[in-house]
Antibody, heavy 124, light 110 residues
Framework: QVQLQESGPGLVKPSQTLSLTCTVS??????????WSWIRQSPGKGLEWIGF???????YYNPSLKSRLTISVDTSKNQFSLKLSSVTAADTAIYYC????????????????WGQGTMVTVSS | QSVVTQPPSASGTPGQRVTISCSGS????????VFWYQQLPGTAPKLLIY???QRPSGVPDRFSGSKSGTSASLAISGLRSEDEADYYC???????????FGGGTKLTVV
C-alpha cells in the first residue's frame, strides 16, 4: 500500500529556509488521481493546510504562506518537497505530507493517507 | 482564528453518545463536502468521515457524520476509551481556494 515519509532537518535557524521532502512508496506520484500535500501542526495547536502539488507541477498554496512558500515535485524520485523561507519561531511545527485524491473518486477532497510527520523547530 | 469553528473540548462517559459540531460559511461547508479526521495522541491524523457522512473501510459504524447548511456534526455512539482523541473537521474553501480545518475538538472519555 502507499506510504509517505517526511525527511529533513529538525532544526532551522530564524530567517533561514525550511526544506522538507516527502518520499512516496508503494505507488507512483505521477498518478493523475492525486494531489500531494503539506500540512502542519504547531505544538499543542490545530492543523493548518500549507499547500499541494500535482505531478505536473500545478500548485495550490495557503494564501497566508504563499509569499514564502515553494512546493515542487520530482517524479523521477517519486518525491515532492517543501521550502518555506524567512522562518520564525511561529513556523515551529510538526510537518505532515499527505495524499489528496482528486476528481470523482470516493475519497476525493480528503487527505486519505498521511506520513508520520516530522518535527521542525525554528531556533538559533 | 480558523474560518471553521469547533468547540475546543467535549466529553462523555463510556457507552454514551457525543456529538461534535463544526460551523462554517457558504464559502466552505455550505457548498462543499465536509471531512472529519481523528488524531490519537502522538500520531498523525486519520480520515474518519468523507463526503459529509461516508465512512472509510475499517471505521466503525459508531462514527457518523451529518451536514446541514453551513454546519456539520460528528456523532460517536457507544463511546469507548479508545475514542479519546482530537477530532478535526475540514472542507474546501472557495474564497481561499484551499483547504480549511476547524480548530479541533479534544474528546475526553471520563
Amino acid at each position: 500500500q502507499v506510504q509517505l515519509q517526511e525527511s529533513g532537518p529538525g532544526l532551522v535557524k530564524p530567517s533561514q529556509t525550511l526544506s522538507l521532502t516527502c518520499t512516496v512508496s508503494g505507488g507512483s506520484i505521477s498518478s493523475g488521481d492525486y494531489y500531494w500535500s503539506w500540512i502542519r501542526q504547531s505544538p499543542g495547536k490545530g492543523l493548518e493546510w500549507i499547500g499541494f502539488i500535482y505531478y505536473s507541477g500545478s500548485t495550490y498554496y495557503n494564501p497566508s504562506l504563499k509569499s514564502r512558500l515553494t512546493i515542487s515535485v520530482d517524479t523521477s524520485k517519486n518525491q515532492f518537497s517543501l521550502k518555506l523561507s524567512s522562518v520564525t519561531a511561529a513556523d515551529t511545527a510538526i510537518y505532515y505530507c499527505a495524499r489528496y485524491p482528486y476528481g470523482s473518486g470516493s475519497y476525493s477532497g480528503a487527505f486519505d493517507i498521511w506520513g508520520q510527520g516530522t518535527m521542525v523547530t525554528v531556533s538559533s | 482564528q480558523s474560518v471553521v469553528t469547533q468547540p475546543p473540548s467535549a466529553s462523555g462517559t463510556p457507552g454514551q453518545r457525543v456529538t461534535i459540531s463544526c460551523s462554517g460559511s457558504s464559502s466552505n461547508i455550505g457548498n462543499n463536502y465536509v471531512f472529519w479526521y481523528q488524531q490519537l495522541p502522538g500520531t498523525a491524523p486519520k480520515l474518519l468521515i468523507y463526503r459529509n457522512n461516508q465512512r472509510p473501510s475499517g471505521v466503525p459504524d459508531r462514527f457518523s457524520g451529518s451536514k446541514s447548511g453551513t454546519s456539520a456534526s460528528l456523532a460517536i455512539s457507544g463511546l469507548r476509551s479508545e475514542d479519546e482523541a482530537d477530532y478535526y473537521c475540514a472542507a474546501w474553501d472557495n474564497s481561499l481556494s484551499g483547504q480549511v480545518f476547524g480548530g479541533g475538538t479534544k474528546l475526553t472519555v471520563v
